[in-house]
Nanobody
Framework: QVRLVESGGGLVQPGGSLRLSCTAS????????IAWFRQAPEKEREEVAC????????QYADSVKGRFTISRDEAKNTAYLQMTYLRPEDTARYYC?????????????????WGQGTQVTVSS
């Protein structure tokens, strides 16, 4: 059974940092494109970071460039999203997702496995 489990969310003050983890079972992450998405109440889902399985290609939303870093540890079959200089507008539920067949970072419709998400709240 393919499963993604996110962890690491929580409450953090503006300017703080968090590292989200996404641990996979039933698939080997090194063969998949992995992305982090987020969705806040009454807002559209946003793809914030992606790491391609095709080449060393990283993509970030403009809103998080320079603050967030996506990575993966193939030995642990886990992907990470390091978030720094967090802002209140980063508050959302964060989801990881995997795509085996699209051949790189693309729209959400190409990601076929999703986790349940982890809540990040940035507030003083």
């Amino acid at each position: 059974q393919v499963r993604l489990v996110e962890s690491g969310g929580g409450l953090v003050q503006p300017g703080g940092s968090l590292r989200l983890s996404c641990t996979a079972s039933g698939l080997e992450m090194e063969y998949y494109t992995i992305a982090w998405f987020r969705q806040a109440p009454e807002k559209e889902r946003e793809e914030v970071a992606c790491i391609s399985n095709v080449d060393p290609n990283f993509q970030y939303a403009d809103s998080v460039k320079g603050r967030f870093t996506i990575s993966r540890d193939e030995a642990k079959n886990t992907a990470y999203l390091q978030m720094t200089y967090l802002r209140p507008e980063d508050t959302a539920r964060y989801y990881c997702a995997t795509d085996q067949y699209s051949g790189g970072c693309g729209p959400a419709s190409g990601f076929d496995t999703w986790g349940q998400g982890t809540q990040v709240t940035v507030s003083s």
